[in-house]
Protein backbone atom coordinates (compact mmCIF):
# COMPACT_ATOMS: atom_id res chain seq x y z
CA UNK A 1 0.00 0.00 0.00
CA UNK A 2 2.85 2.55 1.31
CA UNK A 3 4.59 2.02 -1.96
CA UNK A 4 1.52 2.36 -4.41
CA UNK A 5 1.64 6.18 -3.06
CA UNK A 6 5.44 6.14 -3.64
CA UNK A 7 5.42 5.19 -7.40
CA UNK A 8 2.87 7.67 -8.02
CA UNK A 9 5.15 10.25 -5.97
CA UNK A 10 8.21 9.31 -8.17
CA UNK A 11 6.56 9.69 -11.19
CA UNK A 12 4.95 13.26 -10.20
CA UNK A 13 8.72 14.87 -8.82
CA UNK A 14 10.16 13.11 -11.64
CA UNK A 15 8.02 14.98 -13.70
CA UNK A 16 8.66 18.74 -12.21
CA UNK A 17 12.79 17.97 -13.26
CA UNK A 18 13.23 19.30 -16.65
CA UNK A 19 14.72 16.46 -18.35
CA UNK A 20 16.64 15.66 -21.89
CA UNK A 21 18.67 12.73 -23.18
CA UNK A 22 21.08 12.48 -20.43
CA UNK A 23 24.43 9.91 -21.62
CA UNK A 24 24.34 6.38 -20.35
CA UNK A 25 24.35 6.30 -16.08
CA UNK A 26 24.54 3.01 -16.07
CA UNK A 27 28.39 2.62 -14.56
CA UNK A 28 28.80 6.32 -14.57
CA UNK A 29 31.31 7.13 -11.59
CA UNK A 30 30.97 10.27 -9.32
CA UNK A 31 34.09 11.72 -11.10
CA UNK A 32 32.32 10.61 -14.36
CA UNK A 33 29.03 12.21 -13.67
CA UNK A 34 30.88 15.52 -12.29
CA UNK A 35 32.81 15.62 -15.67
CA UNK A 36 29.32 15.88 -17.42
CA UNK A 37 28.28 18.25 -15.03
CA UNK A 38 30.86 20.38 -15.74
CA UNK A 39 31.03 19.88 -19.55
CA UNK A 40 27.20 20.69 -19.58
CA UNK A 41 26.35 17.73 -21.27
CA UNK A 42 23.54 17.62 -18.52
CA UNK A 43 22.43 19.36 -15.69
CA UNK A 44 21.42 18.18 -11.84
CA UNK A 45 17.99 18.64 -12.33
CA UNK A 46 18.17 16.09 -15.44
CA UNK A 47 20.01 13.78 -13.36
CA UNK A 48 17.21 13.70 -10.77
CA UNK A 49 14.76 13.55 -13.34
CA UNK A 50 16.51 10.51 -14.57
CA UNK A 51 17.30 8.46 -11.46
CA UNK A 52 14.06 9.02 -10.32
CA UNK A 53 12.72 7.79 -13.34
CA UNK A 54 14.81 4.29 -12.74
CA UNK A 55 13.72 3.92 -9.40
CA UNK A 56 10.10 4.19 -10.42
CA UNK A 57 10.62 1.69 -12.71
CA UNK A 58 12.31 -1.18 -10.44
CA UNK A 59 11.10 0.04 -6.70
CA UNK A 60 7.84 -1.63 -6.75
CA UNK A 61 9.42 -5.24 -7.16
CA UNK A 62 12.83 -4.68 -5.47
CA UNK A 63 11.78 -2.31 -2.71
CA UNK A 64 15.71 -0.39 -2.40
CA UNK A 65 14.24 3.18 -1.72
CA UNK A 66 11.68 4.08 0.94
CA UNK A 67 11.89 7.95 0.86
CA UNK A 68 12.04 10.13 -2.47
CA UNK A 69 13.31 13.72 -1.29
CA UNK A 70 10.43 15.92 -2.22
CA UNK A 71 12.25 18.93 -2.83
CA UNK A 72 15.33 17.19 -4.80
CA UNK A 73 14.26 18.75 -7.83
CA UNK A 74 14.34 22.30 -6.58
CA UNK A 75 17.81 21.77 -4.97
CA UNK A 76 19.36 20.72 -8.30
CA UNK A 77 17.85 23.63 -10.18
CA UNK A 78 19.81 25.81 -7.18
CA UNK A 79 22.52 24.11 -7.73
CA UNK A 80 22.39 24.58 -11.16
CA UNK A 81 22.53 28.22 -10.61
CA UNK A 82 25.32 28.41 -8.83
CA UNK A 83 27.21 26.13 -11.25
CA UNK A 84 26.67 28.70 -13.83
CA UNK A 85 27.82 31.32 -11.77
CA UNK A 86 30.71 29.78 -11.78
CA UNK A 87 30.49 28.50 -7.92
CA UNK A 88 31.16 25.09 -7.52
CA UNK A 89 31.12 23.55 -4.06
CA UNK A 90 33.93 20.44 -5.11
CA UNK A 91 33.44 17.12 -6.84
CA UNK A 92 30.04 16.44 -4.93
CA UNK A 93 28.54 19.87 -6.45
CA UNK A 94 25.24 18.94 -8.05
CA UNK A 95 25.40 15.03 -7.25
CA UNK A 96 22.27 13.06 -6.54
CA UNK A 97 22.63 10.49 -3.52
CA UNK A 98 20.50 8.26 -1.11
CA UNK A 99 21.56 7.06 2.03
CA UNK A 100 20.42 4.67 4.32
CA UNK A 101 16.85 5.28 6.02
CA UNK A 102 18.43 5.36 9.34
CA UNK A 103 20.89 8.63 8.57
CA UNK A 104 18.55 11.40 10.26
CA UNK A 105 17.64 14.10 7.88
CA UNK A 106 16.16 17.66 9.03
CA UNK A 107 14.23 17.80 5.77
CA UNK A 108 10.79 16.66 4.43
CA UNK A 109 11.70 13.22 4.68
CA UNK A 110 10.91 10.56 7.14
CA UNK A 111 13.47 9.00 9.34
CA UNK A 112 11.95 5.37 9.93
CA UNK A 113 14.85 2.87 10.17
CA UNK A 114 12.26 1.07 8.46
CA UNK A 115 9.66 0.72 10.77
CA UNK A 116 6.24 2.58 10.33
CA UNK A 117 6.31 3.55 14.44
CA UNK A 118 8.43 6.47 13.58
CA UNK A 119 6.80 8.10 10.44
CA UNK A 120 6.53 11.24 11.02
CA UNK A 121 9.34 11.17 13.37
CA UNK A 122 11.27 14.55 13.13
CA UNK A 123 15.11 14.69 14.33
CA UNK A 124 16.22 17.63 16.78
CA UNK A 125 19.51 17.98 14.08
CA UNK A 126 20.69 16.51 11.30
CA UNK A 127 23.13 14.17 11.07
CA UNK A 128 26.56 15.45 11.05
CA UNK A 129 27.02 13.62 7.45
CA UNK A 130 24.22 14.90 5.91
CA UNK A 131 25.14 18.53 6.90
CA UNK A 132 28.77 17.76 5.84
CA UNK A 133 27.33 16.11 1.99
CA UNK A 134 24.87 19.39 2.02
CA UNK A 135 27.95 21.67 2.14
CA UNK A 136 29.47 19.90 -0.66
CA UNK A 137 26.77 20.26 -2.92
CA UNK A 138 25.14 16.92 -3.05
CA UNK A 139 21.71 16.17 -3.75
CA UNK A 140 19.84 13.83 -1.13
CA UNK A 141 17.72 12.35 -3.30
CA UNK A 142 16.13 10.00 -0.87
CA UNK A 143 16.29 7.36 1.66
CA UNK A 144 17.35 3.12 0.89
CA UNK A 145 15.43 0.25 2.63
CA UNK A 146 17.02 -1.62 5.51
CA UNK A 147 16.41 -4.33 7.64
CA UNK A 148 14.04 -2.68 9.87
CA UNK A 149 15.58 -0.83 13.14
CA UNK A 150 18.94 -1.93 11.08
CA UNK A 151 18.20 -5.72 12.28
CA UNK A 152 18.43 -5.39 15.65
CA UNK A 153 14.74 -5.93 16.89
CA UNK A 154 14.76 -8.85 19.35
CA UNK A 155 17.33 -12.28 19.10
CA UNK A 156 13.74 -14.38 18.80
CA UNK A 157 13.61 -12.23 15.35
CA UNK A 158 12.51 -14.21 12.28
CA UNK A 159 12.04 -11.92 9.62
CA UNK A 160 14.07 -11.66 6.37
CA UNK A 161 16.60 -9.73 6.56
CA UNK A 162 15.78 -7.42 4.02
CA UNK A 163 12.55 -6.78 4.92
CA UNK A 164 10.71 -3.39 7.07
CA UNK A 165 7.90 -2.62 8.20
CA UNK A 166 7.84 0.57 5.96
CA UNK A 167 9.79 -0.15 3.04
CA UNK A 168 8.39 -3.94 2.76
CA UNK A 169 10.88 -6.68 1.16
CA UNK A 170 13.98 -5.94 -0.58
CA UNK A 171 14.73 -8.55 -2.85
CA UNK A 172 18.22 -8.97 -4.66
CA UNK A 173 18.58 -6.85 -7.74
CA UNK A 174 19.82 -10.08 -9.41
CA UNK A 175 17.67 -12.32 -7.92
CA UNK A 176 14.52 -11.19 -7.34
CA UNK A 177 14.41 -14.60 -5.12
CA UNK A 178 17.06 -13.79 -3.14
CA UNK A 179 17.73 -12.07 0.57
CA UNK A 180 19.52 -8.79 -0.45
CA UNK A 181 20.50 -9.22 3.32
CA UNK A 182 20.89 -7.62 6.49
CA UNK A 183 20.59 -3.53 7.43
CA UNK A 184 21.87 -2.11 4.17
CA UNK A 185 19.91 -4.38 2.25
CA UNK A 186 17.89 -1.54 0.21
CA UNK A 187 21.81 0.39 -0.65
CA UNK A 188 23.10 -2.87 -1.99
CA UNK A 189 19.94 -3.46 -4.28
CA UNK A 190 20.21 0.22 -5.59
CA UNK A 191 23.79 -0.67 -6.47
CA UNK A 192 23.08 -3.67 -8.59
CA UNK A 193 19.75 -2.33 -10.12
CA UNK A 194 21.57 -0.39 -13.39
CA UNK A 195 23.31 -3.51 -14.81
CA UNK A 196 20.29 -6.24 -13.39
CA UNK A 197 16.83 -4.62 -14.36
CA UNK A 198 17.06 -3.61 -17.85
Same mark, same amino acid.
Given at each position: ????????????????????????????????????????????????????????????????????????????????????? @???? @????????????????????????????????????????????????????????? @??????????????????????? @?????????????????????????????
Amino acid at each position: MIFIDFLLLFSIIANLCDTREVPSLLDATIDEIGRLLQERATTSEELVGVYLQRISEVNGRLHAINEINPDACSIARQLDKERAR @GRVR @GPLHGIPILVKDVIGTKDKMNNTAGSVCLLGAQVLEEASIITKLRKAGAIILGKANL @GEWAGFRSEFDTTSLGWSGYGGQ @GRGAYREDQDPGGSSSGSAVAVGVPWRCQ
